[in-house]
């Protein structure tokens, strides 16, 4: 008599364990985040590009110590954090106090971004998101730039969304063709702009420069203010003019990425001669 029952069923314990902490992981992965100070130390030596990096607030281990120093000296965000909010952002519930969020690609310089404009003989044309905080707002504002045909984008180093996995999704593969810069000082850039020749539009509501009065044909870098606040006030004290969009509604705002789209098509028309 045969006693082989055919192929058995592995039942170990090993292979039918949970796949939560895997799938945590694999989430995690995709979200860009990083966490862990093996992760994050490797991730700093390999050169991977690091949006920010948030750190137990009054931890004074060691191994967090030079996970700071070694980031910043990289010109990388690094930002105290409550643990809870550690806890919240983990996919792996084991952080160890430190989380990286990876950028989805490097930052330019803003004279990278001038070179381009230079390179395709056209006069620059920025977008500069002045601490735009949510992630799906600077996504769109990248798309439209990119299809408006801007030259890149600049944003600050802090207070502001980053290049994450969020920002590159919303932006539907725009991140990977226009070139991102960040910046320590927005007022000072604008100063720097404007001894290059390049006329700055901030927008606001209460603006006395009419949207279609504007002249974007030459050296323009248009300013999108915060989703709360609209822009600060040092920043609004650099721009050359503030442009308002005419509303004809009972609403008199629209949200930054609709008002770049409003405000970058207008550059569009008329450096297209229409």
């Known amino acids: ?47 991977t590009p690091i949006d920010k990096i948030y750190l137990a607030k009054g931890e004074t281990d060691a191994a967090l110590g030079h996970i700071a120093s070694t980031a910043r000296s990289k010109g990388i965000v690094v930002t105290d954090a409550d643990r809870r909010k550690l806890d919240a952002m983990s996919r792996t519930h084991a952080h160890q106090g430190v989380i990286a969020i990876a950028a989805v690609r490097e930052y330019v310089s803003v004279e990278d971004i001038l070179a381009a404009a230079r390179e395709k003989d056209e006069a620059p044309l920025l977008v500069i998101c002045d601490e735009l905080s949510d992630p799906h707002n600077l996504g769109a504002v990248i798309r439209t730039a990119e299809c408006a045909g801007a030259h890149g984008i600049v944003i600050p180093k802090r207070r502001s969304a ?85 509303m004809r509604g009972k609403i008199n705002s629209l949200n930054a990425s609709a008002a770049a789209a409003v405000v970058l098509y207008e550059a569009v028309r008329q450096r297209s001669g229409n």
């Open 162 to 246: 980053g290049l994450t996995a969020i920002v590159a999704k919303t932006s539907a593969g725009a991140v990977s063709y226009l070139p991102v810069a960040r910046v320590p000082n927005l007022t000072a850039l604008l100063k720097d702009l404007k001894s290059q020749g390049i006329w700055i539009f901030g927008t606001a509501a209460e603006g006395t420069t009419s949207l279609y009065q504007a002249d974007f044909k030459g050296p323009s870098a248009i300013v999108i203010g915060s989703e709360g606040d609209g822009m600060g006030r040092l920043v609004r004290e650099q721009c050359d003019f503030l442009v308002s969009i005419p």
């Open 1 to 47: 008599m045969r006693t082989d029952k055919g192929p058995q069923k592995d039942r170990s314990p090993q292979r039918d364990r949970s796949p939560w902490k895997d799938k945590d992981n694999l989430e995690a992965e995709a979200d860009g985040i990083i966490e862990g100070r093996n992760a994050v130390i490797e991730a700093l030596r390999a050169g």
